[in-house]
């Protein structure tokens, strides 16, 4: 008598078994994306391998621009950021300045694929403002405003490789580009330099 060939049965269970918690890993990931996407756009730094990512997450205090600081948005450049002209008519033309308050400089002080965030000076005041798709969407571009007698002390620090952290006032951990500032000092020298301006 010749004996049956072996079943595949316990092959094909395996096979199947091993799909459907990949399946059902990739229904939960579908399902959550845009919690995902929150979770990392609120993420400060994210390093995989050697290579280090930095996200600078949005003030709960971040203001609206109203009339025509919100079509001054649309000031946007070649690299889908606004223009450092767009930047100063966003400061000039929003609520939070007072008549006949000019913007005197500005500062580009993170800039990644994803963001850019620029200190701007007025006669009185000194803003924060974070460019991103989020911000350009919602209309939350300015994070903060200082009056400049409440802009010290400036503290600029090392954090990571490619980013540190400034405080102005009681705004505390802002990130900053080391690429563009490779010594803290120089940060804190040219911010001093917008608030004394």
């Known amino acids: 008598m010749v004996d049956p060939p072996p079943s595949n049965v316990p092959a094909w269970l395996g096979f ?76 000039g033309s929003s609520e939070l300045t007072e008549s006949g308050e000019k913007v005197n400089q500005d500062l580009l002080i993170f800039s990644t694929r994803k963001q850019r965030t620029w200190l ?13 798709d989020s911000t350009r969407t919602s209309g939350r571009i300015i994070q903060w405003v200082l009056k400049k007698e409440d802009a010290k002390p400036i503290e600029a620090s090392k954090y990571k490789w490619t980013v540190g952290l400034l405080s102005v006032g009681l705004r505390k951990n802002w990130l900053y580009s080391t690429r563009l500032f490779s010594k803290p000092e120089d940060l804190q020298k040219k911010v001093a330099e917008l608030v004394d301006s």
Do not use: H, M
């Not at 701007?120 to 991103?132: G, H, I």
């Open 16 to 91: 199947i078994s091993s799909l459907i918690w990949q399946t059902i890993i990739v229904v939960v990931l579908v399902y959550l994306r845009r919690e995902i996407a929150d979770l990392f756009r609120n993420i400060a730094t994210l390093k995989i391998k050697d290579f280090e990512f930095a996200f600078q997450a949005v003030s709960p205090d971040a203001e609206s621009p109203k009339g025509d600081a919100a079509a001054e948005l649309l000031a946007i450049g070649p690299g889908g950021f606004l223009t450092k002209e767009g930047v100063r008519k966003v400061v």
């Open 120 to 132: 701007v000076s007025t006669d009185k005041k000194l803003f924060c403002l974070l460019d991103d």
